[in-house]
């Protein structure tokens, strides 16, 4: 083992040889040899390794292995040392850089903040150095690394990936290597591997948004039979087709996730266990294919399983439905599904009319279940808007209301899609806004407020507005309107009319007059106005 007095007589031999430097191997290997040494020898030995690094591409195994040695020393700061040479190594040797890349990924598992620090800053250099090579690096622990390594290596990348310019080529590069890692990482992992793609210019088109889609739906295992008692089956189908939504659009469809909710996971929702948490696993995977709906066009043999899976989600009626009418108890039922259902039906069967025209009996029976259903629903909806009537903002803020409110909401949406079906044929022009989005679209100055033609019920107690007082004193007789009216004394206000020379005021008389056509809304028996 070398001792100090040696490795400064080695470095002395190395500067003063000239042009017979590359010549000079075994001494540069004896030299990286003093890693396994004590302290101050390690010291010298990480300091020389880099400075004669570039000299002795023969010795370029033995001289790494010496400075990844260093690199895991029991001593920090001779780690520490160690860490800061090596972008010096990528420069002189730019073959070595996915290597370095990769080993300085895996010691972002060290609990020395410090540490880490010089970590980063390392990596920052290799990026610097070779943009490609340095994501190469870094991937490959992303693929085959422990959790932590994974997790801090992703965190690094994004919000490095923020700050750098990335050219075309290592766009591409870049989402290839995210499609090949996806498969080898967890869901947390997997959230932010997509987003990171998500977030690179090329993905902005409707082809690179498209790209998305094909992303997820791989990560989904469509091609794999559902298992609906298999928690972790069920996850990864909520979890993947909720990061999916955002890239839909008129132009980006999801068909073939749509089709396999359509036909593997509805025949069997009765079979996913539900949960007693702010989530309900079948909640969430029917507001899912009620989103994708939107944007997707079915088989037209895809919808039969989802009717009968609305017929199981609804109540049965009784045998007498007149006379069960008479009764006090109102039918039972779970309205967040019957509203998903409803709505995703409604957007499938629009696209297959015949598909209830074609069959009376079929189409006869789902009006006497919708029937039913909406005794239940009006019954509901009379009660909540008492509930929430006369109730300022404040009030409406508190969670009881605002779950009320949401109640209303969802059972306001299934009666409006109800009155479509009572049409004969049946028609599909109701457009509603599930319960669960919620969208603020801000107007633009000037601009009235839309209305979405739907009532939910909720109206806040109105404040009195301000009486005007009218100016008084000794000039208050001779103010006149400057809008084409004249202010009177009195309180009142004009503001038409045209003001004569001789002093009076002659105004057009109102030519409204109340309308005399009906409303045009089609009742359905039972229909509570």
């Given at each position: 083992?070398?001792?100090?007095?040696?490795?400064?007589?080695?470095?002395?031999?190395?500067?003063?040889?000239?042009?017979?430097?590359?010549?000079?191997?075994?001494?540069?290997?004896?030299?990286?040899?003093?890693?396994?040494?004590?302290?101050?020898?390690?010291?010298?030995?990480?300091?020389?390794?880099?400075?004669?690094?570039?000299?002795?591409?023969?010795?370029?195994?033995?001289?790494?292995?010496?400075?990844?040695?260093?690199?895991?020393?029991?001593?920090?700061?001779?780690?520490?040392?160690?860490?800061?040479?090596?972008?010096?190594?990528?420069?002189?040797?730019?073959?070595?850089?996915?290597?370095?890349?990769?080993?300085?990924?895996?010691?972002?598992?060290?609990?020395?903040?410090?540490?880490?620090?010089?970590?980063?800053?390392?990596?920052?250099?290799?990026?610097?150095?070779?943009?490609?090579?340095?994501?190469?690096?870094?991937?490959?622990?992303?693929?085959?690394?422990?959790?932590?390594?994974?997790?801090?290596?992703?965190?690094?990348?994004?919000?490095?990936?923020?700050?750098?310019?990335?050219?075309?080529?290592?766009?591409?590069?870049?989402?290839t290597r995210i499609k090949?890692?996806?498969?080898?990482?967890?869901?947390?992992?997997?959230?932010?591997?997509?987003?990171?793609?998500?977030?690179?210019?090329?993905?902005?088109?409707?082809?690179?948004?498209?790209?998305?889609?094909?992303?997820?739906?791989?990560?989904?295992?469509?091609?794999?039979?559902?298992?609906?008692?298999?928690?972790?089956?069920?996850?990864?189908?909520?979890?993947?087709?909720?990061?999916?939504?955002?890239?839909?659009?008129?132009?980006?469809?999801?068909?073939?996730?749509?089709?396999?909710?359509?036909?593997?996971?509805?025949?069997?929702?009765?079979?996913?266990?539900?949960?007693?948490?702010?989530?309900?696993?079948?909640?969430?995977v029917v507001k899912l294919?009620?989103?994708?709906?939107?944007?997707?066009?079915?088989?037209?043999?895809?919808?039969?399983?989802?009717?009968?899976?609305?017929?199981?989600?609804?109540?049965?009626?009784?045998?007498?439905?007149?006379?069960?009418?008479?009764?006090?108890?109102?039918?039972?039922?779970?309205?967040?599904?019957?509203?998903?259902?409803?709505?995703?039906?409604?957007?499938?069967?629009?696209?297959?009319?015949?598909?209830?025209?074609?069959?009376p009996d079929k189409l006869?029976?789902?009006?006497?279940?919708?029937?039913?259903?909406?005794?239940?629903?009006?019954?509901?909806?009379?009660?909540?808007?008492?509930?929430?009537?006369?109730?300022?903002?404040?009030?409406?803020?508190?969670?009881?209301?605002?779950?009320?409110?949401?109640?209303?909401?969802?059972?306001?949406?299934?009666?409006?899609?109800?009155?479509?079906?009572?049409?004969?044929?049946?028609?599909?022009?109701?457009?509603?806004?599930?319960?669960?989005?919620?969208?603020?679209?801000?107007?633009?100055?000037?601009?009235?407020?839309?209305?979405?033609?739907?009532?939910?019920?909720?109206?806040?107690?109105?404040?009195?507005?301000?009486?005007?007082?009218?100016?008084?004193?000794?000039?208050?007789?001779?103010?006149?309107?400057?809008?084409?009216?004249?202010?009177?004394?009195?309180?009142?206000?004009?503001?038409?009319?045209?003001?004569?020379?001789?002093?009076?005021?002659?105004?057009?008389?109102?030519?409204?007059?109340?309308?005399?056509?009906?409303?045009?809304?089609?009742?359905?028996?039972?229909?509570?106005?």
């Open positions: 083992m070398p001792t100090v007095e040696e490795l400064y007589s080695f470095a002395e031999e190395l500067i003063g040889s000239g042009e017979d430097l590359a010549s000079k191997e075994e001494t540069y290997i004896r030299i990286t040899q003093a890693s396994k040494g004590s302290h101050q020898e390690k010291k010298l030995a990480g300091q020389f390794i880099i400075r004669f690094f570039k000299h002795f591409p023969g010795a370029v195994e033995t001289a790494i292995d010496a400075q990844l040695d260093l690199c895991e020393d029991d001593d920090p700061d001779i780690r520490r040392q160690a860490i800061r040479g090596l972008p010096q190594m990528c420069r002189d040797n730019i073959a070595v850089l996915p290597r370095i890349a990769d080993v300085l990924a895996q010691l972002l598992q060290s609990e020395d903040a410090a540490e880490i620090g010089v970590v980063h800053t390392a990596l920052t250099h290799l990026f610097k150095i070779d943009l490609k090579g340095t994501l190469s690096g870094i991937f490959d622990q992303l693929a085959s690394g422990d959790e932590l390594v994974k997790e801090r290596a992703l965190a690094f990348l994004q919000e490095k990936l923020k700050t750098i310019t990335i050219g075309k080529e290592v766009q591409t590069f870049l989402a090949e890692t996806v498969k080898f990482v967890g869901g947390e992992e997997f959230l932010g591997l997509v987003k990171m793609m998500a977030s690179l210019p090329s993905m902005q088109t409707v082809s690179g948004r498209q790209e998305m889609i094909e992303l997820i739906e791989e990560q989904a295992g469509l091609n794999e039979e559902f298992n609906p008692k298999d928690e972790e089956s069920v996850n990864r189908v909520i979890l993947c087709g909720k990061e999916l939504l955002p890239y839909l659009s008129k132009n980006v469809h999801c068909e073939k996730f749509f089709n396999y909710l359509c036909s593997r996971v509805v025949p069997t929702l009765s079979l996913i266990q539900s949960t007693d948490g702010e989530t309900n696993s079948r909640d969430e294919l009620a989103d994708m709906s939107t944007h997707s066009v079915a088989d037209s043999s895809l919808v039969e399983p989802l009717f009968q899976c609305l017929l199981d989600v609804m109540p049965t009626p009784p045998d007498d439905l007149e006379a069960a009418s008479k009764g006090l108890e109102e039918p039972k039922q779970e309205f967040s599904l019957v509203e998903s259902l409803l709505f995703t039906f409604h957007q499938l069967v629009a696209n297959s009319p015949t598909f209830l025209i074609d069959s006869s029976d789902f009006r006497v279940r919708l029937h039913y259903c909406a005794r239940g629903v009006q019954v509901y909806i009379r009660q909540l808007r008492t509930a929430l009537s006369n109730k300022d903002a404040l009030e409406l803020k508190k969670p009881e209301n605002k779950l009320k409110a949401i109640a209303l909401k969802v059972t306001t949406n299934i009666n409006s899609l109800i009155r479509d079906f009572f049409h004969n044929p049946p028609v599909y022009k109701t457009q509603i806004s599930p319960s669960w989005r919620s969208v603020v679209k801000l107007n633009k100055p000037g601009e009235k407020r839309l209305s979405t033609g739907e009532d939910d019920g909720v109206v806040a107690k109105k404040v009195p507005a301000p009486v005007y007082a009218p100016p008084t004193g000794r000039y208050s007789n001779s103010i006149t309107g400057r809008l084409g009216g004249a202010v009177r004394t009195s309180g009142t206000v004009r503001t038409t009319g045209t003001v004569r020379t001789d002093g009076t005021v002659r105004t057009a008389a109102s030519t409204n007059k109340p309308s005399s056509k009906g409303t045009g809304n089609i009742k359905y028996p039972g229909q509570i106005v």
